[in-house]
């Protein structure tokens, strides 16, 4: 014991209990850096790595909240930031970044076959696609979307297709003016007739094929519009419109229907002697 009285000691362990207290309050501003505060660097428009050696000399650290995707901006360029740039915060603060994505998303590619240039351009932009060469066809749909394509390669609905890809557009032109009488057809293969079809600016329409296996080796025996009508007049067609066409795996039997017919033999007991 001591020999001092107990409220000396109570006294003295009051002292130490507040000297103790004093000493942690006036080490807490040193602590959490009190009353040190500095203005957030602009990091928006730069790479990440130039905003990650900006923010760490500014006393900051920094974390990706979230990506998105802009063709037009820079691989990982910073999209966003918060705290906004020149706000005062506290030093050792947290950054954070919203980036441009390295490696573009997939999006479906939607069906624009029946869409008018217009719309359809509307649709690729919300997509973020591009419109990229636009061709015309003769084709009675006039200023309608009729094919898609991708490097020149048809592209299918739902087709997975990078962000930023270009499309081009094949776009009807509607009926041609100059009408020509209908091409024979019949007779011919139905890759020959589908090739002639194609050149010459028709639509391939209706294909009927009858106990036919291989379509390109089948002949065509019938089709629509006929080569004459049954006065013997040639019907005209205009680029655009419809052929459609009648497939056998046999050849048609050719009737020269042109030339009369040979009379009838004779029995030969009643010919000429």
Same mark, same amino acid.
């Given at each position: 014991?001591?020999?001092?009285?107990?409220?000396?000691?109570?006294?003295?362990?009051?002292?130490?209990?507040?000297?103790?207290?004093?000493?942690?309050?006036?080490?807490?501003?040193?602590?959490?850096?009190?009353?040190?505060?500095?203005?957030?660097?602009?990091?928006?428009?730069?790479?990440?790595?130039?905003?990650?050696?900006?923010?760490?000399?500014?006393?900051?650290?920094?974390?990706?909240?979230?990506?998105?995707?802009?063709?037009?901006?820079?691989?990982?360029?910073?999209?966003?930031?918060?705290?906004?740039?020149?706000?005062?915060?506290?030093?050792?603060?947290?950054?954070?970044?919203?980036?441009?994505?390295?490696?573009?998303?997939?999006?479906?590619? /939607?069906?624009?076959? &029946?869409?008018?240039?217009?719309? $359809?351009?509307? #649709?690729?932009?919300?997509? *973020?696609?591009? @419109? %990229?060469?636009?061709?015309?066809?003769?084709?009675?749909?006039?200023?309608?979307?009729?094919?898609?394509?991708?490097?020149?390669?048809?592209?299918?609905?739902?087709?997975?297709?990078?962000?930023?890809?270009?499309?081009?557009?094949?776009?009807?032109?509607?009926?041609?003016?100059?009408?020509?009488?209908? /091409?024979?057809?019949? &007779?011919?293969?139905?890759?020959? $007739?589908?090739? #002639?079809?194609?050149?010459? *600016?028709?639509? @391939? %329409?209706?294909?009927?094929?009858?106990?036919?296996?291989?379509?390109?080796?089948?002949?065509?025996?019938?089709?629509?519009?006929?080569?004459?009508?049954?006065?013997?007049?040639?019907?005209?067609?205009?680029?655009?419109?419809?052929?459609?066409?009648?497939?056998?795996?046999?050849?048609?039997?050719?009737?020269?229907?042109?030339?009369?017919?040979?009379?009838?033999? $004779?029995?030969?007991?009643?010919?000429?002697?």
């Amino acid at each position: 014991m001591t020999g001092r009285p107990l409220w000396v000691n109570l006294l003295w362990a009051l002292a130490l209990v507040l000297l103790l207290l004093l000493i942690f309050v006036l080490s807490l501003n040193g602590i959490t850096r009190h009353g040190v505060a500095r203005n957030v660097p602009a990091v928006t428009g730069k790479t990440l790595a130039e905003a990650e050696k900006l923010l760490e000399t500014g006393g900051f650290d920094y974390v990706i909240q979230d990506s998105v995707y802009y063709d037009s901006l820079a691989p990982s360029a910073v999209i966003k930031q918060v705290p906004e740039a020149d706000a005062v915060v506290k030093v050792n603060r947290t950054v954070y970044l919203t980036v441009n994505r390295v490696i573009p998303p997939d999006v479906d590619m /939607p069906n624009l076959r &029946g869409y008018n240039l217009r719309n $359809a351009e509307m #649709l690729l932009r919300n997509l *973020g696609l591009r @419109l %990229g060469d636009t061709t015309s066809r003769p084709d009675f749909a006039k200023g309608t979307v009729l094919e898609q394509t991708v490097n020149g390669n048809p592209i299918s609905p739902g087709s997975k297709i990078r962000v930023g890809s270009t499309i081009d557009l094949v776009v009807g032109s509607g009926v041609g003016m100059d009408a020509k009488e209908v /091409p024979q057809f019949v &007779g011919m293969t139905y890759e020959q $007739a589908r090739a #002639l079809i194609q050149s010459e *600016g028709y639509i @391939l %329409g209706s294909v009927v094929a009858t106990g036919v296996r291989d379509s390109l080796a089948a002949y065509v025996v019938r089709q629509s519009p006929e080569v004459r009508d049954s006065k013997g007049r040639a019907f005209r067609i205009r680029p655009g419109q419809m052929v459609d066409l009648w497939l056998d795996a046999n050849p048609p039997v050719r009737i020269d229907t042109t030339s009369a017919a040979p009379p009838p033999a $004779a029995p030969v007991d009643q010919q000429p002697q």
